[in-house]
């Protein structure tokens, strides 16, 4: 059971727009720590996608957007493209634990 | 270019020992915070432990506490994971992850090595 729930999957045509959505709690992102995305692509490693709520890496498309609010967090991938479909993690900071934690990841599917 | 190359996974027997390690080049290694996460095949993400630049300060997951212990080498640029009392429920990819100064992301990530806990 992931400290962070996410939804186990989503699916978009190409073009669309999905979300994925991040709860929290009053420990981590309640507590007001960022909140931060990863993007996983079959058989590789996690990559940085989105840092401190809202902000992207550089060479990261400006079709992922993140934002924050009480307890919660989302992702957001506008104009989807096939090369999105991958595992998508939220991450945050726990002052309970001592150390990060993670939500369980959304498989994003293109159809 | 910053680069984290880990090492030393393989089979362990459950009870038994392995040890880590994860080499850092192209930045300067002592003023990062690191960290060990881990992926169960077909899982989720799980944060397993950090430490601090100096190596004065670790923290570690539940799930690994009393029987992982992470450290680092300043001077030779690496961080390792000693993990003993293995059970099957540590096999996972392990993957080494650099904090940036003061902030709380992993912004670089390792390869990962495979750590499988059989008998």
């Known amino acids: 059971q992931s400290v962070l729930t996410q939804p186990p999957s989503v699916s978009g045509a190409p073009g669309q727009r999905v979300t994925i959505s991040c709860t929290g709690s009053?420990?981590?992102?309640?507590?007001?720590?960022?909140v931060h995305w990863y993007q996983q692509l079959p058989g590789t490693a996690p990559k940085l996608l989105i840092y401190?709520?809202?902000n992207r890496p550089s060479g990261v498309p400006d079709r992922f957007s993140g934002s924050k609010s009480g307890t919660s967090a989302s992702l957001a991938i506008t104009g989807l493209q096939p090369e999105d479909e991958a595992d998508y993690y939220c991450?945050?900071?726990?002052?309970?634990?001592?150390?990060?934690?993670f939500g369980g990841g959304t498989k994003v599917t293109v159809l | 270019e910053v680069q984290l190359v880990e090492s030393g996974g393989g089979l362990g027997q459950p009870g038994g020992s392995l040890r880590l390690s994860c080499a850092a080049s192209?930045?300067?290694?002592?003023?990062?915070?690191m960290n060990w996460v881990r992926q169960a095949p077909g899982k989720g993400l799980e944060w397993v432990s950090y430490?601090?630049?100096?190596?004065?300060?670790?923290y570690y997951a539940d799930s690994v506490k009393g029987r992982f212990t992470m450290s680092r080498d300043n001077a030779k640029n690496s961080v390792s994971l000693q993990m003993n009392s293995l059970r099957a429920e540590d096999t996972a990819a392990y993957y080494c992850?650099?904090?940036?100064?003061?902030?709380?992301?992993?912004?670089?990530w390792g390869q990962g090595t495979l750590v499988t806990v059989s008998s």
């Open positions: 992850a650099r904090l940036p100064l003061a902030e709380y992301y992993f912004d670089y």
């Open positions: 192209g930045f300067i290694f002592s003023r990062y915070e």
């Open positions: 430490i601090s630049s100096s190596g004065n300060t670790m």
């Open positions: 009053s420990s981590n992102i309640g507590a007001g720590y960022d």
């Open positions: 401190v709520n809202s």
């Open positions: 991450q945050s900071h726990d002052s309970s634990l001592s150390g990060s934690v």
